[in-house]
């Protein structure tokens, strides 16, 4: 099998264990160290660009390749990492590396030349799978130098560094500063602890001294007891103490101590079959105690204590790594947190939980670290605020509430942190609600009392509002009876006096009489029957008096008899029939007299004559047919006797003859005809003989002709 040989650069900034990892595809590599002024780099179908000072040994498969004999692809310049004429494609064939000789070795414009080897396989001498890709370097100062040697390989491969994890092979590797070597010899890949170790023939150095000659068992050297591991490529020594063999490879197992790389101690005590089991401490890397306990299977198990920052974080018992059991929590000041049942980590089962300050915040049920079925919760107090059910942290089921010393508040069922179903709600001294609760809101049946215990409803509710049929109380008496609508009344209701005589029964719109709807006195008589529009009379309507007499009947505008209607005395018989504005008489009307004889007919404005009109004496013979102005006869008209007989056809003012017009006599023959002043003849006229014959004609003053 042909092998290769190269002094390795590679980029380490603290230790090989933080930085170098054969399985990081994103090392940086590159060197300064120079080879006979020229450097070569290798170049891998992955990506990997590690450098090589190229030896080539003949061996019984191939012959030597030394640089100077490859054969020459390209030369010429790079130009950010491009040929400068343009990209170029290099085809890999398996592990052949394509050597790079470069001049210039930090800039991204340099003279280059590509050699290509020869291409074969590693056992069967069949030609692999090309891999495209083009080329990339990069940038770094620092370096390790090591040999390396392939040997026993028996997989195909394209990739080194995965070979190397199947293969053993030969190292030789140097301190990072000052260059002198720290180990030479096997090195193999642990699959199962997934690293690197020394294993098979070493020599180890410490300063460039050697201090061990001899053979390495993962990492160990050891006795018939004791063992102890350093760490590949750092020489650390990561653990001293009883060990074992399994499969013929140490193991720790029995009493010993981990070390971190900047050797802090990191575990001391039992071991078994390479993990920590048993009793034993574990430490944080700046070698404060993390944890003291009881461990199986490198996991912690049984009973143990957790530390952070040199404080105890937790005590109690342990499964697989996770808190499961009893135990207890602690503050970062040491105060007690938790105590109680555990399970994978969370609290499980009956517990206590506290305040910072000491004071008990919680006792009782948890799952899956939430509150969970029976507790009581307390102010920090010490207060106790709730005590009942709970589901996933929230109040739910059966439960009470409390404000400050156990005053009791709500007794009651809670869904999902909300009073929800039936409950009791207290004041400070008494009963405030009883009923069912919906998301926090009364909703349903229930009833509501007073500070002083006295009812004040009992019906629906809904959303926290009385909703639907209800009733509402005053003094314990009742007040109301009828249909809600959030929080008003609303619907068909009854409205009662302290007396318990029915006050209104009908419709309501938002508190108010509205609709169709009946108002009684306190004594129980009627007082109007008919329309009511926000509690006042509106549309049509019978109005009564206390007595049960009619009064009014008729339409009503904004509590106001308006439009058309008819008025009653008190008692009963009818005094106006006609239109109504404003309470008063308005438009055409008749007027009547107490014995509902016929006294006016005709037109009204503001409840008073107005316009034309007839009026009657009670006999029933008309008295006047004309004109009117603020209840009086003004303008033209015609007065007549209490026989019928025509009395003054003419002109007046203010119910007084005025103006021009004709006087008759009470025998029916007319008796003067011209002009008249305040009830007398004045001014221009003409007096007749009851014959008819004309008596005078000319002026009169104040009744008399000159």
Known sequence: MNSYIGENIINNK?????????????????????????????????????????????????EDTPPNKLKIVYEGNFNNNNLENGNITIYINGINFIILEINKLNSFSTNIKLFLNKKFDLENNEQLSYFEKTYKFFTCKKYILFDLIIRNNKNKQSNIFEMMKQDIFILKLYDINNKKIIYDGEIFYNNIENEYKYNGYGKLYSNGEKIYDG??????????????????????????????????????????????????????GDYSNDLKHGKGKKYFDDGQLQYEGNYSNDLKHGKGKEYDDEQLKYEGEFSNNLKHGKGKQYFYDGTLKYEGDYSNCKYHGKGKQYYNTGTLYYEGKYSNNLKHGKGEFYCKNGQLKYEGEYSNDLKHGKSKLYYGNKHLIYDGEFYNNKFHGKCKAYYKNGLKYEGEFSNNLKHGKGKEENEEGELVYEGDYSNDLRHGKGKEYDDEQLKYEGEFSNNLKHGKGKEYYKNGQMAYDGDYSNSLGHGKGKFYYENGKLGYDGDYSNCKYHGKGKDYLQNGKLRYDGDYLNDNSHGKGKLYLENGKLHYDGEFSNNEGHGKGKFYYENEKLHYDGNYSNGKFHGEGKSYYENGKIKYDGDHSNHLKHGKGKFYYNNGKLCYDGESSNSIVHGKGKVYHVGGWLQYDGESYNNINHGLGKSYFSNGTLKYEGKFTNGHYT
Do not use: P, R
């Not at 050891?222 to 399994?246: A, H, L």
């Open 14 to 62: 603290s230790s090989l264990i933080n930085d170098f990892n054969l399985n990081d595809t994103n090392i940086k590599i590159l060197s300064d160290f120079l080879h006979n002024d020229k450097i070569y780099f290798s170049k891998w179908w992955n990506d990997l660009a590690n450098i090589f000072n190229v030896k080539s040994y003949n061996n019984e498969h191939f």
């Open 215 to 268: 053979f390495f068992n993962n990492g160990y050297i050891y006795n018939d007891k004791y063992g102890i591991e350093y760490k590949c490529f750092t020489n650390k020594i990561i653990y001293f103490g009883q060990i074992s063999k399994f499969n013929n490879i140490i193991i720790k197992h029995g009493k010993g101590k981990e070390y971190y790389y900047n050797g802090q101690l990191k575990y001391e």
